[in-house]
Structure formats: C-alpha cells, structure tokens
C-alpha cells in the first residue's frame, strides 16, 4: 500500500506558522512537506514569515500555484479576476479559495494518501476545512481531539459500540478500562430532527472518553481506522497517538516568538485615537490584505497602517457594477471621516465592553477573527 503523505500548509497566520514549529520540534521523524499558497496579494510580513519559517526548519516551503496561473508570469488573483470579468469574491462567491487555495492544495496532493496538519487551536470551536477528497485526512495536533469531525462520527457510531469496547480492551485493563466501556456502551441519542442535539449528544460522549485518557482513546482510534481507507490506514505507527497536548493562543505567540521566528508585525496591536480616547487595532488574519472576511476596524487598519494598500484595493471596486468589497459601502464611504470614527467608536466601545466583563476570552474572540471565514485559506 502506498505510505502517506505529510502535509503542512502555512497560511502565513500565526497558528500554522507556530505548528510547523511545533512539528519540527516535537516529530522531527515524521517526514513532513510544507507549502505555501501564494494569493500574490499577501502582505509584505507573511512572506518574511515564510522565509523565517524556512531559516528555522532548514528546509524550503514549496510555493503552490493553480497551474493554470502557473504557466504565465501573472499575479494569481489578478489572473482570476480578469477571467471572472472584474467580479470580486465575497463570503457568497468565494472563487478566490477555490482557485488559489484548494486547487492547488488538491493537485499537488494528486490521489497520495495524505495526512495534512492543521493549527486549530485548543481553545477554538470550530472545525476548519476538511477536504472532500477521501485520500485527504486532517489532524489537529494542538486540540485534545486530534481527529477530524467524520472520524469521530464513525469511531462514535452506535452500531460500533462492541467494535470501540474490544478496541479499547486490548489497551486498558481494571478499572480504567471498566469506567470506559460503561462510557462507551452508553449510546447517545440520534435526533434525526434536529442534527444539532445529535452533535452535541455526540461531543458530550467524546469529552467523557477523552476525559478518560487521551492516548488511549487515540490508539483505539487509529487501530478503528486500519479497517477503513482513510490515509492513516496505510502507516504502521503514527506517533501523534502519544500526544495529549492542549495548545492555546497564548502558546501559540510564545512558540512564535521563543523560537525567533516571529511574530508578524500585523498582529502587533497600534494605537488609535477617537474623541479624544486611546484605543488599538491590528490585523486578526493572514490572507489577502483586501480579504472580504475582514472586520471594518481592519479596513480602517490598513487604510491607516498601509495608505498604498487600501488605494490599490479601492482600485478593484466599481460600485457601478456592484463589485465592492464589502455590502452596501465601497471603500471610499469606509475612509470618509464620520464613517471611519463611527467605527472607531464602535469598536472602543465592544473592547470596553469585554473588558468590564473581565472575560479575557471574550476580547481573545473580539480579537482573533482568524476562525471565521476563510477557512481553507487556513489548511
Ligand atoms: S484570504 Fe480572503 S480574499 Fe484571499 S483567498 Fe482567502 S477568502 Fe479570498
């Protein structure tokens, strides 16, 4: 059988950046491929993050193109956007991940087995993008549950119960292993009305067995896979069964900055003044300096930290056909000054909010919008 693959893609944000560190560090046997796909619209600091990358694991991270690009010596959004007539993406249309992300992802992994690592936090709810091609598996080093969502739906099947029970024998044993097979005999209910009370019925049970031991819910976990075709199939040992680590975002910007790496400038939060009040931005994402998925603040950001940019991104507007980047306002209405200290104000006023609140995981939401959206450009 053909051995896997192992894949890591850098975004340029800093949670795949700080996993490569991490697997570098941490699995330096496993034979890992890094790579990069090149909007051509990125800011100037994610490619010194890129080439800080390279420095630090001594190896270089291959630049992924859509092929079709790749045979000419143009800018890959630009040559997109000259096919689809000037039509810009949006959260609707997003033919930019499409075309700039997953296709080349998905050609340069051809039909391999392909294990690709993905930096989700611990301290995150949300899945990312899992790709829908079979021969594609994703694993989320920095979670408790390293597994995608479809792996856990079978292993927690309730027609597999017996099949998880004798797993899980020929790995505990006494009470540890009695505890568990009470947990793992419990089926939870399948609401077939309403999908969000089986999922959450679902996640209740994992957490109890990942409660129960981490390392030897993962073992069942791979030996369940070797009866599947799922990538992991194909290897005999994988040695994230032994990781029980939790990394959140605070480890991420340590991994970052101990290892001298960096932390890109953009996420380096500026000052900001509004009727007469301090308040600070900076940019919560990687990705395209014009991404749609970006708050209003960090228009405003790039409007004031990089006049240049936010010109040539006006420049790709044509309100007359409707193309703008954002709904209902063009970038021009964003820079008029009411409109940008309206959302100053705004702004101040929700971190203030969380603020009072004493809820440092509300301000890390407020502040790390990473998680929304674009989330294939975070493979
Ligand atoms: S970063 Fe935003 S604009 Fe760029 S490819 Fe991703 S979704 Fe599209």
Known sequence: MEKAKHVIGISGGKDSAALAIYLFENYPHLDMTYYFCDTGKELDDTYRLIENIENYIGKKIIRLQNDEVAKTNENPFDY???????????????WCTKKLKLDPFENFVGDAPTISYVGIRGDEDREGYISTKKNIQSIFPFRKNIWAED?????????????????YASHLNGRQLDKVIDIVHTPFDV???????????????????????????????????????YPLATEEDFPMLENDDLLIREDIFKILRESGVGVPEYYEKKPYQVEEKTGEYARSRSGCYFCFFQQKIEWIWLYEQHPSLFIQAMEYENAEEGFTWNQHETL??????????????EHL????????????FLIDILDDTESEGCAACFI
């Open 349 to 360: 006023n929700r971190m203030n909010r969380a603020k009072s609140k004493d809820s440092k």
């Open 80 to 94: 997109f956007l000259k096919s689809y007539r000037g039509y810009l993406p949006s959260p609707t249309a997003r």
């Open 151 to 167: 792996v856990i739906n079978k292993v927690l099947y309730n027609g597999n119960i017996s099949m998880i029970s004798d797993l």
């Open 332 to 345: 021009a209405d964003l820079i008029e000054p009411k409109r940008t200290e309206q959302i100053k104000k």
């Open 191 to 229: 609401d077939p009305k309403d999908k969000n009370i089986t999922k959450r019925n679902r996640r209740n049970k994992l957490e109890q067995l990942l409660d129960l031991g981490v390392i030897p819910f993962n073992k069942v976990v791979f030996d369940f896979l070797k009866t599947t075709e």
